[in-house]
């Protein structure tokens, strides 16, 4: 991702941080679209290591590439940019102490290495943690304004202890899945025989994603709000003028780049309110967009996380469990 460091164009477009995201799911993706390139590395892997084990050597190999990559970014900008992301097993989104654990060994394999966790209740208190130990945090699965302001919260108590210990700071990138959220709605309103149109759905993850943002924006936060889970260019061109950070499928870039889409703000743009007044006669929408709409408690139970956890689980995980192994999966027996 390119970091647009004129002013002007700063003002016309979006605010970019580099950074390389390596989910479970990215990461087998990585092994599976170019084996000849990591055949290398898979060789010093014992062929019987089999499970959490393998999976960390995997990622380790492919976040250590992408940081090394980054790393005169990272340095240049005095550890603002230029972070590979490490995603933590799905399976421990409700352990607070697994998440912990997994996170510190991920910050040390390199100084630009950001912890990816899933955001719910179990890892707010890994997020504080991880902030206050000077370690880069990226909260993922965020459906929710609830969420995105926990998130942050977390961040800033780990930051205050931080700066009491003169450890320096580093970012926190709140991932917002609006793609996802606008397909979780779709379904949900389908199946509940709901008069909500489908063009207003299609404005749901923005508003979610704006409305986190400016919250974040009115309170002062640090912490970046990071789009993912983009269906289309509306995802972004909508964001256009925010200080955000994009989570960039190439199918999306390409999308948006053949567009040649007008070079406009419209962050500050406010959603039709008729829209916004449609989309809360569904429940699950307000669970999304209302500040209060979840107590983390909730977090984990919200339809949309789960079904995101276990596709992460499912299309990520457990896959590089026996990737290139000798041994079996256990999780079928």
């Not at 460091?5 to 087998?28: A, C, M, P, W």
């Not at 925010?242 to 007008?262: G, I, P, T, Y």
């Not at 995101?308 to 290139?324: D, I, K, N, R």
Request: aromatic share 8%; hydrophobic share 40%; with cysteine.
């Amino acid at each position: 991702m390119a970091d647009h460091t004129d002013t002007s164009l700063r003002n016309k477009l979006i605010y970019q941080v580099y950074v390389r995201n390596h989910s479970g799911e990215g990461s087998f993706k990585a092994l599976e679209a170019d084996p000849g390139h990591w055949a290398p590395e898979l060789a010093k892997i014992p062929g019987n290591m089999s499970g959490t084990s393998r999976v960390e050597a995997l990622l380790k190999a492919i976040a250590l590439e992408a940081a090394g990559k980054f790393k005169s970014i990272f340095e240049k900008t005095q550890a603002r940019h230029g972070y590979a992301l490490a995603q933590v097993n799905p399976s421990n989104a409700g352990n607070t102490k697994e998440m912990l654990e997994q996170g510190l060994h991920y910050a040390s394999w390199a100084e630009n290495i950001a912890v990816k966790l899933p955001t719910t209740r179990a890892a707010l208190p890994v997020i504080e943690e991880l902030a206050a130990r000077g370690i880069a945090v990226c909260t993922t699965l965020n459906f929710s304004v609830s969420q995105a302001l926990a998130a942050s919260r977390a961040y800033e108590r780990g930051l205050e202890r931080a700066k009491k210990n003169g450890i320096p700071p580093r970012p926190c990138f709140i991932v917002q899945q609006g793609g996802r959220l606008d397909e979780y709605l779709m379904e949900v309103i389908e199946d509940n025989g709901l008069p909500i149109k489908k063009e207003s759905v299609l404005w749901a993850g923005n508003a979610v994603c704006k409305r986190s943002y400016h919250i974040l924006q009115e309170q002062g936060s640090p912490a970046l709000i990071m789009p993912a889970g983009l269906r289309g260019s509306h995802h972004l061109s909508v964001m256009a003028g925010a200080k955000m950070v994009f989570s960039l499928q190439a199918r999306v870039q390409h999308l948006v780049n053949s567009e040649d889409l007008v070079r406009e703000e419209h962050i500050n743009e406010k959603i039709d309110e008729e829209i916004i007044e449609e989309l809360l006669q569904v429940k699950e929408f307000r669970r999304a967009y209302e500040v209060n709409g979840q107590r983390p408690e909730d977090f984990i139970t919200f339809g949309v996380m789960q079904r995101t956890l276990s596709q992460f689980l499912w299309t990520g995980w457990a896959p590089l469990e026996t990737y290139g192994s000798t041994e079996k999966s256990q999780r079928w027996f």
